[in-house]
């Protein structure tokens, strides 16, 4: 059964620095990894998808590797802002079932 | 233009009452997918339906019924409302099944019951 785990739980850190968000997962039989972001009381906006195939993705200040074998995925955030504050979380899509399973998540508060 | 939206965004009903929410999407996507997110912020998927049939049913109470009138729209419909029912719940869609294919959310709906 697919676990996925986020680590660290929270995460207050001044604007300025350089972020490392972890995501492990237990089955390597997975089509895609996919981080996202949540604002308190809003959805999920999708930031980042890495294929299973692929090693990293980037988008802006957002990088994300995955290492599939090791079951694990790290989001690094470049030169953090207060706008960054809000929580992520990773996923990845099952093979066998087609569903995304979600990790417990990670919330970041950015202060100036 | 939204690519997946949600009506209501908030519902607040007392116990017993009947609730439905609605879902559309505009991306063309085959799949779509109710998903629970829980007091603890913890978010697992309910049903999956591609193109119209029910594909993923996890151990929701049969109190809970989807409907998928057409590829662009999956309702939840919900009898008998208990207080534990009390989540926010997403709705997202993905372009096909059993492929490398990203997700997209709805913005939720939070769901209160009284």
């Known amino acids: 059964k697919q676990e996925v785990t986020q680590i660290p739980a929270a995460l207050s850190v001044p604007e300025g620095e350089n972020l490392v968000l972890n995501c492990s997962f237990t089955d390597s039989a997975i089509y895609n990894l996919q981080w996202f972001r949540q604002d308190p009381g809003k959805g999920l906006t999708s930031l980042l998808l890495i294929q299973s195939s692929q090693r990293e993705q980037t988008s802006g200040r957002l990088n994300a590797s995955l290492d599939k074998s090791s079951g694990r995925s790290t989001l690094y955030i470049a030169a953090s802002q207060p706008g960054d504050s809000a929580t992520y979380l990773c996923?990845?899509?099952?093979?066998?079932?087609?569903?995304?399973?979600f990790g417990t998540g990670t919330r970041l508060q950015v202060f100036p | 233009d939204t690519a997946v939206s949600q009506t209501p965004k908030y519902l607040v009903t007392q116990m017993g009452n009947d609730k439905s929410i609605k879902c559309e999407q505009n991306?063309?996507?085959?799949?779509m997918y109710w998903y629970k997110q829980d007091s603890k912020k913890f978010l697992k998927i309910m049903f999956s339906y591609n193109n119209k049939e029910l594909i993923i049913n996890e151990t929701v109470p049969n109190r809970f019924s989807p409907k998928s009138p057409d590829k662009a729209h999956l309702n939840l419909h919900i009898n008998s409302l208990e207080l534990g029912d009390s989540a926010v719940y997403f709705c997202?869609?993905?372009?096909?099944?059993?492929?490398?294919?990203?997700?997209?959310f709805g913005q939720g709906t939070r769901l209160t019951v009284v």
């Open positions: 997202a869609s993905s372009q096909a099944r059993y492929r490398n294919t990203e997700a997209f």
């Open positions: 991306l063309g996507h085959d799949t």
């Open positions: 996923a990845v899509k099952a093979m066998d079932t087609d569903k995304l399973i």
